[in-house]
């Protein structure tokens, strides 16, 4: 039983804990807004916020490389000077990683518009460009807590 305590009490059970807590608010934002935008814009535009949240969401999914899985595995093992090193390298290679996508998207806004979003305006591939930068910063932030 004391052994079991001990698990629970123990520094990752906290910061699993914690990562936890973190996700579940997220979701429940990301619900609740979803919601309010559901009733908030007509059917078109509902329709073309879902698929450029679609865009942002699995874009910086398939960005992260296992850098956030590679991120829990190592920090717990090193020592601080050593995880300042590896969390600032992360941020740095995932925003050099996202910069160059939110390039590619900004150079073809256009055709990409034209193409797959026929009606709206090169400004929300440009916005989402600027989203996915923020998405891929913030998933460093976290896993790196």
Do not use: H, M
């Given at each position: 039983m004391k052994r079991l305590l001990g698990l629970v009490t123990s520094?990752?059970?906290?910061d699993t804990y914690i990562l936890t807590a973190g996700n579940l608010s997220d979701s429940i934002?990301?619900?609740?807004f979803t919601l309010l935008a559901f009733r908030l814009l007509t059917p078109s535009d509902f329709g073309l916020f879902s698929a450029f949240n679609n865009l942002i969401l699995s874009t910086s999914l398939?960005?992260?490389?296992?850098?956030s899985q590679a991120l829990l595995y190592y920090l717990p093992?090193?020592?601080k000077l050593e995880q300042r090193s590896t969390v600032g390298s992360a941020i740095a290679m995932r925003i050099l990683i996202a910069s160059a996508f939110a390039l590619f998207l900004a150079i073809f806004a256009p055709y990409l518009?034209?193409?797959?979003?026929?009606?709206s305006t090169v400004q929300l591939i440009l916005i989402s460009s600027?989203?996915?930068l923020f998405v891929s910063f913030i998933d460093v932030v976290t896993y790196s807590l």
């Open positions: 520094k990752g059970a906290r934002i990301a619900f609740v398939i960005l992260d490389f296992g850098l093992n090193q020592t518009t034209s193409r797959f979003f026929p009606g600027l989203a996915i």
